[in-house]
């Protein structure tokens, strides 16, 4: 199924979200008309359950910035608070590390089905994806705390090892826990939330220098090595500065 089969009324140009019904989930779409220009998707915690013009993918956990290829689209997703998917996807995060795949291989063909055919037909695909993992969730019961809890403490600037001892388990055990939930282990995730802060402080204008030490830098070159590591550019580059 193509965008051309099944027509939707125009999207306003360029990129829109809102926050989720589901916890800490975010609702977005962004339109074939927005910003030409090629721009990564940098590694968050997140994933991501997308739709785009007659496709549903997941985008697992990235550990280097994602470029997009090919011409254009008009994308719609979920995405998905750092943790939480791998129990509505029904497969461990580590599975998915840096991976785009359809959904199809992850679910049963005939659900796959079914739901693109609700969200190719709906006039807000990204409300119709919303829908679908509000079900999911629903479905999976009470999300395990410890993911939560682990983003929490960790945004927090606390010690993996502080963290481990808090919740009772070894580094072999949290390292495992991290593994499923976020793709990665607990010092990549850690790394990951802490670009994340920094790029915000940064872009809300925060000094390089300010930006390093409010977020545990050693100083403002650690930051730029740990962008350029995890963000793949400069970080005046990155911020179009």
Known sequence: MTGEQHAHPAWPAGYAERPSRLTGAVVWHRSAEDDPAVRPVLPDGCMDLL??????????????????????????????????????????????????????????????????????????????????????????????????HLVRALEAGRPVGAVADETGLSARQLHRRSLAAFGYGPKTLARILRLQRALALARAGVPYAETAARCGYADQAHLAREVRQLAGMPLTRLLGR
């Open 51 to 148: 739709w785009s013009e007659g496709r549903l993918l997941v985008a697992g956990p990235d550990t280097r910035p994602y470029v997009p290829a090919g011409a254009p689209r008009r994308w719609a997703g979920v995405r998905l608070a750092p943790g939480t998917a791998p129990p509505l996807l029904g497969v461990p995060a580590h599975e998915l590390r840096d991976l785009r795949v359809d959904l199809a291989d992850l679910w049963p063909a005939a659900a796959v089905r079914h739901l693109r055919a609700r969200v190719d037909a709906a006039t807000d695909p990204a409300g119709a994806l919303e829908e679908a993992v509000l079900r999911r969730a629903a479905e999976a019961g009470p999300p395990d705390p410890l993911p939560a």
